[in-house]
Nanobody, 128 residues
Framework: QVQLVDSGGGLVQAGDSLRLSCAAS????????MGWFRQVPGKEREFVAS????????YYADSVKGRFAISRDNARNTAYLQMNSLKSEDTAVYYC?????????????????????WGQGTQVTVSS
């Protein structure tokens, strides 16, 4: 069973950048589609971005499109979320998620229910 460890959160000012990392315990990481979600108290976990197992396809929530970039390094078993031009409304706990998908899979995984494995979360706080 793969384990995911999120890191990289912190307290920043509006307009700053942060890069989140998600390290996977399995060398089969390259067979997993990966996603990033975020959650604030009292609300459901919200989709942020996802990436195919090869890294060739990426998807973003409209709220972060053009500011955030998801990527992965399969040789390092790590996924990333580069967050630029941060806003106060980006404040949340960010979670990475993973799910094994066959090489023929083409459908993006945009819902929390699509994922089987989750990181522990990392807090991102953006002050205005």
């Amino acid at each position: 069973q793969v384990q995911l460890v999120d890191s990289g959160g912190g307290l920043v000012q509006a307009g700053d950048s942060l890069r989140l990392s998600c390290a996977a315990s399995e060398r089969t990481f390259s067979t997993y589609a990966m996603g990033w979600f975020r959650q604030v108290p009292g609300k459901e976990r919200e989709f942020v971005a996802s990436i195919s197992r090869s890294g060739g396809r990426t998807y973003y929530a409209d709220s972060v499109k053009g500011r955030f970039a998801i990527s992965r390094d399969n040789a390092r078993n790590t996924a990333y979320l580069q967050m630029n031009s941060l806003k106060s409304e980006d404040t949340a706990v960010y979670y990475c998620a993973g799910r094994y998908v066959p090489i023929t899979a083409t459908q993006p995984l945009l819902r929390a229910q699509n994922y089987d494995y989750w990181g522990q979360g990392t807090q991102v706080t953006v002050s205005s």
